[in-house]
Every structure is written in C-alpha cells, then in structure tokens.
C-alpha cells in the first residue's frame, strides 16, 4: 500500500516520495520552543500551531499511534539566495500539492496524521479563536509537533538538502496502520 501512495504523490507532482517509520521520529522541546518564540506570527493564533494544536507530549503520542508514513517533497530551483518570489511559488506549489495529497489520503483513511510544511494556510487568515471553518482538512505543520524537518528526510532515506540554488518544502503523512 505505501508503494501505492509513493506513486499517487509522484503523479500529483511532488518531486521526491518516501515511505517512512513514525517510530524513527523524534519530537523535540527545542524545535516547540522556536515556535514559542513566534517568529512566523502564528503562536496562539492558529489552531494548527501551538499551543492550540496540543501539547508536545500530546503530539508525540499520536505520531507513536502511527505505523507508516510517507515523506513528500518538492524541490526547486532558485535565481539566487534572494528569489524571495521564486521561494513563495515553490512554497505555493507544495502547499497546492500537499492539500490534494491530504485530501486523497483522508478518503480513504480519515485517522491520517497529516502535517506540512509551515503552518496551515488553508484559510487565508485563520479563524482562532473562533472555531476552525474546515477542521477536517486542516494540518500542522512538521515543526508544530516537534519534529526537526531534517531529521525526519534522514528517517526515511530522503535528502534535505539538494546543493545550492535550491530548495526543498517537506512534509508527511502519517498513518494508523497500512
């Protein structure tokens, strides 16, 4: 089944598509405390990030509920460092990517643990404290639940960095049982 969600992400047009262990992921209190630092804007004020999106140890628990995930990547290339355009639509791009991603995995398992890269931005301004306008299809992000992006590429056997000029978003699916 994971060769199958390999291969339906690689069509979807994610650049790199790896299956990887939850078991092999760590949460990390130094990667929540960057997010306490509220350096994105989004620390308690989208229900996706922190604290709003649970504890570190609530979160680490339901990554170890999790049997098998999948990394998914997008990468590209940049004019230079400061292709600041360059990186918002490379960005865009993995966030359209990874929503239909999500999308397609919540059908068929709706318990799937679905984190991205950044916060969730499927609204343009989040709703919090209101209740959230699409709970079912919101993610937090990687960070947000402790994990070190870098980290989880080695876990499952991807690269985090692709040499220079380039960048890469990643984010994962993680799920209850194959």
Known sequence: MMEDWVKQALALGFTAAAPVDPAKLTVREDVRAMCA???????NRNWTCPPACGTLEE????IARCTSGILVQTMGT???SF?????????QRHLDQFHKFADLVRKTDPDALCLGSGGCR?????AHPQPCRFPSRACSSMEAYGLVVSEACAAGGLAYYYGAGTLAYTACVLFRHE
């Open 122 to 126: 499927i609204c343009k301004t989040c």
């Open 83 to 91: 292709d600041y355009e360059g990186m918002m639509e490379l960005e």
């Open 37 to 43: 630092a509220d350096r994105c804007h989004a620390y």
């Open 78 to 80: 940049l004019e230079d």
């Open 59 to 62: 979160c680490g628990a339901r």
